[in-house]
């Protein structure tokens, strides 16, 4: 019977029938879809959940925390604002003093019959687990709203995987997975109508860094919407509200029971939770009738008789569909993708798997000790009766670990295999245990889809920039489009990329851009001596724009500064090259070291996504309006630095041999070690300071996460512009330039007569000045070129003006790299000092 079935297309269970609407309901869905439809805009995965939660809302308690923070913030800018939400009111947003009193505000509201919801993530959502236990315990509806995130264990992360959603699944909160950013939208409503159907409180959850900063063109839901969907819940609001504590009706609740009646009043609620998957799927059927998009707590996509299917959740569903779309029709795979996980519902996932299957692959994004991974585990229990299909668990994407269809397809393939692996891990590679898949990286993309990349300095402005413009062309033209922003740990002055796409189909690639680059902008040229070729123009493809933010505008400037290996990929792969310097324009038209709008500008120019005069005029219309606030004169600067950023943009025609080595030009190390540095850190450290840390195997990490101190001195990132150079004769020995800078770069040293002898040329010294202590001694305030940022903090903040800003080129061929390096060999003096004093504790080793 079953091979007959699977011949058919059929399922492994018959289909669990959906009730339908009741017409009242199904109709005013429909009007309020017609009277108020939605529009098409730009959105993130936090910007779509918070407008529904505010909608839903009475109270919203909030605490910040990565990546949930934009909910609280949006949430609080709103209520300030004064906007009204679906009730008609504006709801009291009230910031507490950890996540642990958010969650008891929502519960202390929700027992005297108000809604409320609240926002959180990772250890956020740990600290919410004893109320989550009382409010699931007492049957009180609300959302809690999460993007999903690492739980920190042998380190901090906060990037996005499941651990957090996992440590709450039982506490008896039912909890739903939005897989992108239109449906952290479409389910938010969907949870928000639910949890007052069943009355069951439910989770939330988007992937953190992923879904929740993603920018996607979405179909957006409109307050008409919220409102018409509140008024048919008047109903169950009204219930809900007359369970609430009110001295016209008294209750007690919170009692203390016993063993002869505590777990027969546990399982008296089994009915109640027995009926959310059927609640979940009937506030599903609202949303349908709302935005005709349709979902169900499982969703197959694939191949009618699927011999092989991977169970997933989450944005990796994104991928895993993008990989089917590129298999085609013939190949007889597909995917599940597992929207209500708690409570777990046997029959409606076996009503979605094809009858043919054979083989499943479980994928959980998160690790446990068990006999596999709850997602896995969940799967296995379910498919008990079902002998003949071997089921096999992998964990992928931990802390937002880059998940791509490359990786997806190794997963298929070891599931295909005679002996396939596992458990297996993926995206990773694992010589301790061996549970790694190989992989490649495949091309799957719609047709027609542009790939932009630019790489920006935290906090220079270019995310911002690169958002403005994804919400331009999203506004402005009838393209599919997907931001994505990559940061390091460092986030203000660490390295940022921007990822973005632009098609005529949707986009589904939940990964970072790996090929078919065909805009590469890097706005700090520092990063062509700090980075490999490969990470910076390895995802570029043939004939792609290449443009560079630098002095150097002539094609002999770009030879003598760009490296070998650099200039023989832009000549082998066909580059067109621009390049502006666009830092000398920000400072002459008063924007000092911001240059995210004239890159913008570029940007608009060349990509030819949009037509190039109408984006510059429309980009001019949002800069007014984004700083308008601030007054007429930064509006003025910052639409002159637009008008100026096209006439100093420079096509640089590449003669022949432009890429041949220079007279004794050899191609040198990322990173020139002499052999005095630890093994961890050129086996470890330079590779994630060169953004090549994932391909990193597991065996050169400790476990238990112990790292030694003092690492930062290695880093040598090189990536300030300019750096601070003293002038000694201005000098008056304060060390205030030491004690504010955050990085420790810049510091005072004392050096003897002898030990002068052997002080290279840029080593200028002064007759150490402040009494005995310093007698017989010589003064000298010194930068690490190489370890500066750039931030001028010490500039400003020396009373003197002895610090001057030179460019690092400059600085470091006049000798101050030399002059730092000699520093390092002085002997410390600081037993002489008092390291109570501001200028005696800056005589100290900073040691972290």
Known sequence: ???????????????????????????????????????????????????????????????????????????????????TNAFGIVPKVQQMQSEAGAAAGVHGTLVTGALSTTFTASQGLLLMIPNMY?????????????????????????FGDH??????????????????????????????????????????????????????????????????????????????????????????????????????????????????????????????????????????????????????????????????????????????????????????????????????????????????????????????????VRVIGGRYGLASKDFTTGMAHAIFQNLAASRPKHPFTVGIVDDVSGLSLEYEEIATLPEGTVQCMLFGFGSDGTVGANKNAIKLISKETNLYTQGHFAYDALKAGGITCSHLRFGPSPIKASYEITSGCTYLAVHKKEYLNTFSVHSIFGPTQEGSIFVLNSPWTTPDMLRENLKLEFREVIVRKKLTVYNIDANSVARRAGMGRLINNIMQTVFFHLANILDPEKAIALFKKEVEKTYKSKGPEVVKKNID???????????????????????????????????????????????????????????KFTPGGQVELGMTQWAKRGVAPRVPVVDMDKCTQCNKCASICPHAVIRPFLASPLELKEAPQAFDTRRAAGGNAYAGLHFRIQVSPMDCTGCEVCVTSCPDNALAMRDIGEAVKEGHKDAWDFAMTLPNRAERFDSFSVKGAQFNQPLL
């Open 1 to 83: 019977d079953r091979r007959a079935d699977a011949a058919r297309g059929g399922r492994l269970v018959e289909a669990v029938p959906l009730a339908e609407l009741p017409e009242e309901v199904a109709e005013a869905l429909r009007a309020a879809a017609a009277a108020h439809p939605s529009k098409q805009e730009p959105a993130d995965g936090c910007s779509a959940a918070v407008a529904v939660a505010y909608a839903f809302a009475e109270t919203i308690f909030i605490y910040p925390i990565t990546p949930t923070t934009p909910l609280g913030e949006t949430a609080d800018q709103w209520a300030v604002a004064g906007r």
């Open 134 to 158: 009382k409010i699931a315990g007492e049957l009180l509806p609300c959302v809690f709203h999460v993007a999903a995130r690492s739980v920190a264990g042998q380190a901090l992360a906060i």
């Open 163 to 388: 651990s957090d959603i996992m440590a709450v699944r039982q506490t008896g909160f039912a909890l739903l997975s939005s897989h992108s950013v239109q449906e952290s939208y479409d389910l938010a409503l969907a949870a928000h109508v639910a949890t007052l159907m069943c009355s069951v409180p439910f989770v939330h959850f988007f992937d953190g860094m992923r879904t929740s900063h993603e920018i996607q063109k979405v179909h957006a839901l409109s307050d008409g919407q919220f409102k018409a969907v509140m008024e048919l819940l008047e109903e169950k609001i009204d219930e809900f509200r007359g369970k609430a504590l009110n001295p016209q009706h008294p209750t007690l609740r919170g009692t203390a029971q016993s063993a002869d009646i505590y777990f027969q009043n546990v399982e008296a609620a089994n009915p109640i939770i027995a009926a959310v998957p059927a609640a979940v799927r009937q506030a599903m059927h609202w949303v349908k009738a709302l935005t005709g998009r349709e979902y169900d707590l499982f969703q197959y996509v694939g191949h009618p008789r699927a011999t092989d299917v991977v169970i997933v959740m989450g944005s990796g569903a994104q991928v895993l569909e993008e990989l089917i779309d590129h298999y085609g029709a013939s190949k007889r795979v597909g995917i599940l993708k597992v929207h209500l996980f708690r409570p777990w519902s046997a029959k409606h996932f076996l009503s979605q798997l094809p009858s043919s299957v054979k083989r499943i692959a479980v994928l959980d994004r998160c690790k446990e000790h068990g006999v596999g991974e709850p997602l896995y585990t969940d799967v296995c229990a379910t498919l008990q009766g079902w002998p003949g």
């Open 641 to 699: 630095a637009i008008d100026m950023a096209l006439d100093n943009l420079h096509r640089i025609e590449l003669p022949e041999g432009w890429e041949l080595p220079r007279d004794l030009e050899v191609q040198r190390p990322l990173r020139e070690r002499d052999g005095s540095e630890p093994a961890v850190v050129t086996e470890i450290l330079d590779r994630v300071q060169l953004r090549e840390g994932g391909l990193l195997p597991v065996s």
